[in-house]
């Protein structure tokens, strides 16, 4: 953990500024928590230009149960994530990391995964250590494929001052959504070890701020920063000015898949993105947004076990826009069809173009391109309630120095999750 970070973390359980969540704990039965969550998934990957198609069908059920605290200064609990799962038909042509595979290249009929963690809190300070399904900008979960991608490790997250949050956390263990081992890639993409922290602050109602950092042994050092300001206009309308960058340097050891320079010591790379959404109080929003990348590659976020979900940009669909300094404009619409009267049913659709990508040694202007859409119906009330359909389809094309060899390569992408959730208690 960094000195500052723990200097902060002591400091702000001395000068507490409100009431202890420890003191409210009434017991591990009584405030625990239970949930399964029965997903059927779909996902398929039209690939074109001769490139093999690959489609997967699949059920599962994800498991996630946490225990209250016990009562005292020192509150312990448990906590208990994981998923069992089987494919749905012969799965020729899986992949898409939905499916895990056995070492000829078949897909498993069924599996399982996940694991428990334990947790201390003190005050308004927990400490998890254990399998968890992390939320961090710089070391997130995959969580959208069948099932959650797993981190073992410990996180501190310290809410002592009121609108501060601070978090520090190790984690030496990575388990993608289609593995079944930790760390089961011999690519060299595993995690070893890998120490986050960081700090949200809360302004005023209207205004937010946020860093983390990340320094992932033999990998990277990368930080990120966040600023999200609310501007309310008449009639309940406003605009939302959202700022996120990126700056990550690569070690020597890491994998990068577009850089543009030999020198394997100085790899670098800078993505900042600026988006401004008009919600006009109603059913209704609409969002611009600009994102680029600087450096000497991409912003390869997956090469190096540091999350699969961490990329906390707006231009992310099917693909995240995120090439060799490349630059994108995206242009989004949403609808909460409530308003027309069908509640629970939404609409989403974007454009996103991108440009100036560096390929090396082939072009300093490739470029690509998507359009998206997904609709999604939440089952308001009933037997099913909040259950949920949802479909996602993108059309996906770039120019021919930025296809699969560089790249996705052209491709139309569905996905399709039927969800229903199950309280346990």
């Known amino acids: 953990m960094p000195k500052t970070l723990a200097v902060l973390i ?22 625990a928590k ?16 001769g490139i093999k198609d690959t489609s997967s069908f699949a059920q599962t059920a994800i498991v996630d149960i946490d225990s209250g605290f016990t009562k005292g200064i020192i509150g312990i609990g ?31 009929d069924h599996w399982a995964r996940g694991g428990a963690n334990i947790k201390v809190r003190f005050s308004n300070t927990t400490v998890r250590y254990g399998v968890q399904v992390l939320d961090l900008p710089v070391l997130a979960s995959n969580t959208a494929r069948l099932v959650p991608e797993y981190f073992t490790g410990t996180l501190i997250t310290s809410n002592e001052i009121e609108n501060l949050e601070l978090i520090t956390g190790k984690f030496t263990k990575d388990q993608m959504s289609n593995q079944i081992k930790t760390d089961a890639d011999a690519s060299g ?22 860093y983390y950092g990340i320094n992932s042994k033999d990998k990277l050092d990368s930080h990120y920063i966040n600023v999200n300001y609310k501007q309310p206009l008449d009639k309940n309308s406003g605009l939302t000015y959202d700022l996120s960058a990126y700056h990550t340097k690569w070690d020597e050891k890491a994998n990068t898949y577009s ?27 609409v969002m611009l947004a600009y994102q680029q990348n600087n450096g000497n590659t991409g912003y390869d976020y997956t090469e190096n076990a540091n999350g699969f979900g961490s990329i906390y940009l707006p231009n992310s669909y099917m693909s995240d826009f995120i090439g060799n300094s490349e630059k994108s404009a995206q242009l989004q619409y949403n609808v909460d069809f ?23 040694n082939l072009t300093d202007n490739a470029k690509e391109r998507e359009f998206f859409n997904q609709v999604k119906y939440t089952v308001q009330s009933g037997f099913a309630k909040d259950a949920s359909l949802r479909l996602r389809h993108s059309y996906y094309r770039a120019s021919d120095e930025y ?22 208690f």
Request: charged share 20%.
């Open 259 to 285: 850089s543009t320079t030999d020198d394997l010591s100085n790899r670098k790379n800078t993505i900042w993105a600026l988006s401004t959404t008009y919600n006009t109080g109603g059913p209704h929003s």
């Open 403 to 424: 296809q699969t060899n560089a790249y996705i390569g052209d491709t139309n992408e569905w996905r399709i999750w039927l969800d229903i959730p199950v309280k346990l």
């Open 34 to 49: 239970g949930d399964i969550l029965f997903r059927t998934g779909y996902f398929s990957r039209d690939k074109k230009h």
């Open 338 to 360: 409530g308003g027309y009267g069908v509640p629970g049913l939404s609409w989403t659709t974007a454009y996103v173009y991108g440009w100036d990508i560096k390929v090396k």
């Open 10 to 31: 002591n400091a702000a359980l001395i000068t507490s500024t409100y009431a202890s969540e420890q003191s409210e704990a009434k017991g591990l039965v009584e405030d």
């Open 189 to 210: 993409k595993g995690l070893d070890r890998a120490v986050v922290w960081g700090a949200k602050y809360k302004l005023t109602d209207h205004l937010k701020t946020s």
């Open 78 to 108: 448990i906590g208990i994530v994981g998923d069992g799962s089987f494919k749905i038909g012969s799965n020729n042509n899986s992949g898409n990391q939905m499916i895990p595979l056995h070492e000829d290249g078949s897909s498993y």
